[in-house]
Nanobody
């Protein structure tokens, strides 16, 4: 059974940094794509970043150069380092995973449209004040 548990959210001032973590179980990282999504109330869930089984990554244009996705294969943890945070980055952040040798781009697109295709955590709130 797959479980994902996010942590690391909080409140920070604009320009600050946060690192989100997602502890996973029931997944083999060599055959899964891991992603981060975010959602603001009243808006659709947005793909933020993804890391494929081969380690290749993909980012939303809005976070390129500021966010970094990484994984700890030995400890089954997914990370999202968020630097130079902006108020518009405020959202509930979710980690999500899809099994298979998928590219990060395709996984982000698929999970955005078909969320039931993947496994999701419960989310962690990030609030950035100006």
């Amino acid at each position: 059974q797959v479980h994902l548990v996010e942590s690391g959210g909080g409140s920070v001032q604009a320009g600050g940094s946060l690192r989100l973590s997602c502890a996973t179980s029931g997944l083999t990282y060599s055959s899964a794509c891991l992603t981060w999504f975010r959602q603001v109330p009243g808006k659709e869930r947005e793909g933020v970043a993804g890391i494929a089984n081969d380690g290749s990554t993909s980012y939303a244009d809005s976070v390129k150069g500021r966010f970094t996705i990484s994984r700890d294969i030995d400890n089954n943890i997914l990370y999202l380092q968020m630097d130079s945070l902006k108020p518009e980055d405020s959202a509930m952040y979710y980690c999500a995973a899809a099994k298979g040798a998928l590219t990060a781009d395709s996984t982000l697109a698929t999970l955005a449209q078909f969320p039931d295709f993947g496994y999701w955590g419960q989310g962690t709130q990030v609030t950035v004040s100006s």
